[in-house]
């Protein structure tokens, strides 16, 4: 089972993958949190290869397929061929937990393009994309009539844009915040650390952001990892930045 | 003569026709130059007018994270929620004029909330004329991207006081299916690649409902807004690296701070820095340096008795350099008690 996911994965990232399976498998991945991890090592793997620039990846098999590879000589040479199949077959064992022939042969076939360009720079394409049906019962209520849509050049799917319109005021849901809450004391003592004070400025500064840039700034919080060491050599009085908040 | 005649005509033929492919090729060259800006505007519509559910990949930093993000536009109102699938569990709702984090690894609830006479959340960023001057709109050209027809565009920065962006736009939608944050030498510094992406009609409000039970957190959040028009212009930032201008300047309560904290914004159209400033407290170490928050950089430093710290999704050096020209402006001596001006010593 493991390893026809695996094929079915490495297939997906060669883009060889039929679209309805490719559409079946992506499902899975939103709610199956063990395929996603493996798919996320899937997508390191395939950035090491790649040795996309500036996608520094620190996860050691990874590092290892990257070097390996990198050793090679030339695309086309038949020890290149071997070497990498040998080189990807430990990497999938070690990071997806299993190995079998043909996703063997196809991370070969996904690798070999990338030593025969001395793994030059390019467009990682890390995963899968597509356009749900819009009318997917999992995620769309039954909705009211609009008074406004715009309907995009058809889609095999029949992708429709929102409408945009006000609607009635729904109830807002229940967020969890309690009736009473901690406001903050703004007195001396440091109800707030520093690194809180900066999670802050970040959120408040997020508001007057474009979009793409908005969605970085908040990216930074939301994914910041709370063990990670900083990533900045502070001065010794500045603030840690990266234990927010 | 015969012979003559016919070379001539050849060659007239051979010049119209060279001069025809050279306004070919200009008119190309233009049409060209236009559609690429042309695609990020499509797409910047599409990123705030558009109703939207999506799971993405984001790489940074060697790590690699699973998110959601949900994006909701009713009239003027706009919601978001942005959820971490496998990482943190933090999640960032956005509803109405509140964006509420939520933090379950530190037990914390932070609550912002924007003035409501505000911008409108995802206005729009006007792509003008005085961008291309400090950065180089190219691409354009259609690539496939994982079974999708996408438009390539670069956004290049020309110096090195901001970022660049690599976006691939679905040609259909309008909708980035990846974005990559570069600096200048198209060193990738960060990576958003949506693996699934719904555009539907309506989503419900259940879909802002945070995941997990908050109500034991520490809810942090500002009693008050200051309204914007008590905002005092006393700060500013004397100097600015190129192509970077004033947007809008506030006065808002932070958690934390009795006093309203300034808050100015500088753009240069796509990258935004806010330099915010609050009184110190006598007792408080001051906060001094460079730091960061993912992409964004961070400076702080001590000014008259001011703490300053300019945040933005540039390079250090950007916030570095304006935070260091933060300086009171001449009217803060006559209106100094209002709380934002420099202390006097």
Not at chain 1, 138 to 144: D, K, Q, R, V, Y
Not at chain 2, 32 to 49: D, Q, S, V, Y
Not at chain 2, 159 to 188: A, F, N
Not at chain 2, 209 to 222: E, G
Request: glycine residues 8%; aromatic residues 6%; contains cysteine.
């Amino acid at each position: 089972m493991n390893e026809e996911r695996d094929s079915q994965m490495s297939a997906m990232f060669d883009g060889e993958l039929p679209g309805a399976e490719c559409e079946l498998l992506a499902r899975r991945l939103t709610r199956d949190e063990a395929l996603r991890a493996q798919w996320s090592r899937f997508s390191m793997i395939g950035a090491a290869l790649r040795a996309e620039r500036g996608v520094a990846l620190h996860d050691r098999v990874a590092w290892k397929v990257q070097s390996a590879v990198a050793q090679e000589v030339t695309y086309g040479d038949g020890t290149v061929d071997a070497a990498i199949t040998t080189t990807t077959r430990t990497s999938v064992a070690a990071s997806a937990g299993s190995t079998g022939t043909s996703s063997v042969t196809r991370w070969a076939r996904f690798a070999r393009p990338v030593a025969g360009a001395s793994i030059a720079a390019g467009v990682a394409a890390m995963s899968i994309f597509w356009l749900r049906v819009q009318d997917d019962p999992e995620t769309i209520l039954a909705s009211n009539p609009v008074t406004e849509s715009i309907v995009l050049a058809p889609e095999s799917t029949g992708t429709v844009v929102a409408a945009n319109t006000p609607q009635a005021a729904e109830r807002a849901p229940s967020n969890g915040e309690p009736e009473r809450y901690v406001t903050p004391a703004p007195s001396s003592s440091a109800s707030i650390a520093p690194p809180a004070r900066l999670a802050n400025y970040v959120v408040a500064h997020s508001e007057y952001s474009g979009p793409l840039s908005r969605r970085m700034a908040l990216l930074g919080l939301v994914a910041t990892d709370p063990d990670a060491p900083p990533q900045a050599e502070p001065s010794p009085d500045a603030a840690g930045a990266s234990d927010v908040p | 003569m015969f012979l003559d005649s016919s070379h001539a005509v050849h060659t007239r033929r051979a010049h119209v026709a060279r001069i025809a492919a050279f306004s070919l090729l200009i008119g190309a060259g233009v049409a060209f130059g236009a559609e690429p800006k042309e695609w990020l505007e499509r797409m910047n519509r599409a990123l705030t007018t558009r109703n939207y559910v999506g799971v993405f990949t984001h790489v940074h930093g060697g790590r690699v994270e699973t998110l959601r993000i949900i994006h909701r536009v009713r009239g003027r109102d706009v919601s978001e929620r942005l959820q971490s699938l496998d990482g943190s569990g933090r999640e960032f709702i956005r509803e109405g004029n509140e964006l509420i984090c939520y933090f379950p690894d530190k037990r914390t609830v932070l609550v912002e909330r924007r003035a409501p006479d505000g911008p409108l959340l995802g206005a729009l960023p006007a792509i003008d004329e005085g961008d291309s001057l400090v950065y180089e709109i190219r691409g354009g050209e259609r690539q496939r991207l994982l079974g999708r027809d996408t438009r390539v565009v670069a956004l290049h920065p020309r110096d090195q006081y901001r970022y660049g962006y690599r976006l691939w736009i679905d040609e259909k939608t309008s909708m980035p299916l990846k974005t990559q944050l570069c600096d200048q030498s198209g060193e990738v510094i960060e990576q958003i690649v949506f693996s699934t992406i719904d555009l539907p009609e309506r989503i419900p409000d259940s879909m802002f409902k945070p995941q997990m039970d908050a109500s034991n957190y520490r809810w942090l959040r500002a009693e008050r807004r200051v309204a914007s028009n008590t905002a005092p212009a006393l700060w500013e930032a004397m100097r600015l690296p190129p192509g970077f201008r004033m947007a809008t300047r506030s006065a808002q309560a932070m958690p934390g701070s009795s006093e309203p904290v300034a808050h100015l914004v500088y753009t240069d159209g796509i990258a935004s820095v806010s330099v915010f400033v609050e009184p110190r407290k006598p007792d408080s170490k001051p906060t001094e340096g460079p730091s960061r928050v993912g992409s964004s950089s961070a400076f702080s430093t001590v000014v008259d008795g001011h703490q300053i710290t300019a945040v933005g999704e540039v390079p250090p050096t950007t916030v570095e350099l304006i935070a260091k020209q933060v300086k009171a402006s001449k009217a803060a001596a006559a209106t100094e008690g209002l709380g934002l001006a420099p202390r006097r010593k």
